[in-house]
């Protein structure tokens, strides 16, 4: 047990850790490659019983659990959506854990009230979010959006779910393309999966606003109440935006809560250029974004933006007496804003990031990996064995291997094949999605520190493990 007046003589072994980490990273399996139950096999069985030392712990670090660790930090992560973090974030994160607040109320930690919601107003001025919306921390997308489904549920049943429970006719809408974590929202939140309305996509995989204004027409016909429409700026699959305007109009039209879900591309909004996405952002009535995912800030942190505060309040606010306090009104005490009582000092690591990098910094990176994708997109096309799936966009390209002499399922198959062969070479880590029915590649290249460089070792591989299938 080391008392905290000894911080100073042990902390070396921690930053030089970390240190060395960085140092090595590159050149770690990008995806762990240990089986199940390798970790767990080589922990004891009972906690000690007698304090071990700091050496002894960081020992086993070293030997037990990195080797089982997939490094969401590698220049070469490029499966998923990003989980990036940098350095300044590293540090703010070290200082939040020092300081260990909880941050439930304004009078727990007043600088984490203050920063989070300063936090909320810089980023909104910079992204194109109307003025006079306001923005909260929370953990994750998934938990934004349900906490906006909680919100759409109360508004049209005049806060009667809350009270009485969910009535049984609400709708809520989403796109055939939307995240899985729409449909969870929506079972958690009582409305029940059946009254999850998918709405189908056009050509490139985006909603159709005509489709779903004929699905509410029909559906306020046979007595639902539609509740919630959920659009994407930037799918999972294939980052495709949907017509944000025209979905905002027949919201507006029938009186439906308009959540915008950019959990992974909202981040692009601090270009300029691509405040296209969310035009007539200003008739929806909630959005959120994950600065943990191209932000370079660490997970977790999500922005949640809503037009009408008061109605996310009234949804939440449960006053006891022990958190009555002198204060109430005066300011904003964020456990209202959302599921959790307990809050983590996130707005700190935040602020590292927008300081550290300034907007130009931020601008000149997001760009950099725009451009990398782009460069990537046009060695997809001038390969003879590949083909894009759907049009690269921002620093996200969908392709696969493709024959012509070859059917569906053997092209799948010979994908799968291929996308194993890349993951199980440690070089570099790729998932996959499928596209009209297709399995398809997914390249994601938005790591923090990635460079030029890393697009040649990219090719590289693809080529070297492409052969495999091939032969």
Same mark, same amino acid.
């Given at each position: ?149 909680l919100t759409a549920r109360e508004k049209p049943t005049a806060f009667e779910a809350n009270e009485k429970g969910v009535p049984p006719n609400l709708r809520v809408y989403c796109s055939t393309q939307t995240h899985s974590s729409i449909e969870k929202s ?76 950019? @959990?992974? @591309? ?34 977790d942190c999500t922005g949640y933006y809503v037009k009408d505060a008061d109605i996310l309040i009234k949804t939440f606010e449960i006053l006891p007496e022990y958190l009555k306090t002198r204060t109430r009104g005066q300011v904003n005490d964020y456990r ?136």
């Amino acid at each position: 047990m080391i008392a905290r007046h000894e911080f100073k003589d042990y902390v070396d072994q921690i930053t030089n850790w970390i240190h060395q980490y960085f140092s090595e990273l590159e050149h770690l399996p990008v995806k762990s490659p240990v089986q199940p139950g390798a970790i767990i096999s080589q922990l004891p069985d009972d906690m000690p019983t007698e304090g071990e030392a700091l050496a002894t712990i960081m020992a086993d670090l070293d030997k037990i659990i990195l080797p089982g660790i997939t490094h969401w930090q590698h220049p070469h992560f490029h499966a998923y959506f990003p989980a990036n973090s940098s350095v300044e974030s590293v540090y703010a994160e070290m200082i939040t854990a020092a300081l260990g607040a909880q941050c439930m109320i304004w009078e727990t930690s007043p600088a984490a009230a203050e920063l989070e919601e300063k936090m909320m107003d810089w980023l909104a001025r910079k992204m194109g979010i109307p003025a006079h919306w306001e923005g909260v921390i929370q953990d994750t997308a998934s938990s934004a959006t349900l906490v906006a489904i909680l919100t759409a549920r109360e508004k049209p049943t005049a806060f009667e779910a809350n009270e009485k429970g969910v009535p049984p006719n609400l709708r809520v809408y989403c796109s055939t393309q939307t995240h899985s974590s729409i449909e969870k929202s929506v079972k958690i939140a009582g409305i029940g999966r059946q009254n999850l309305i998918k709405i189908d996509v056009d050509e490139a995989l985006a909603m159709r606003a005509d489709l779903l204004e004929a699905q509410i027409i029909d559906d306020l016909h046979q007595g639902y109440q539609p509740c919630c429409v959920v659009t994407a700026v930037g799918t999972t699959s294939t980052v495709a935006v949907d017509p944000i305007e025209a979905i905002s109009a027949i919201c507006e039209k029938y009186d439906i809560w308009h959540h915008i879900d950019a @959990a992974y @591309a909202g981040t692009a909004l601090l270009l300029p250029e691509y405040q296209w996405m969310i035009t007539g952002i200003e008739k929806a009535d909630s959005f959120v974004f994950n600065p943990h995912k191209w932000l370079f800030t660490n997970f977790d942190c999500t922005g949640y933006y809503v037009k009408d505060a008061d109605i996310l309040i009234k949804t939440f606010e449960i006053l006891p007496e022990y958190l009555k306090t002198r204060t109430r009104g005066q300011v904003n005490d964020y456990r209202d804003w959302g599921i959790p009582l307990g809050r983590r000092f996130r707005a700190l690591k935040l602020w590292f990031v927008l300081r550290g990098y300034g907007l130009q910094g931020i601008q000149t990176t997001l760009r950099a990996h725009i451009r990398l994708n782009q460069q990537f997109s046009e060695w997809v096309e001038a390969h003879p064995d590949l083909e894009l799936v759907v049009p690269p966009f921002l620093n996200v390209t969908c392709f696969r291997f493709y024959d012509p002499d070859m059917s569906k399922d053997e092209l799948d198959a010979s994908n799968e094949k291929w996308l194993r062969y890349i993951n199980d070479s440690g070089q570099l880590y790729l998932t996959h999605t499928r596209v009209n029915g297709h399995m398809t590649l997914r390249m994601v290249l938005g790591q923090t520190y990635l460079q030029a460089s890393h697009l040649t070792r990219i090719q590289d591989v693809l080529s070297s493990t492409l052969t495999l299938v091939e032969t």
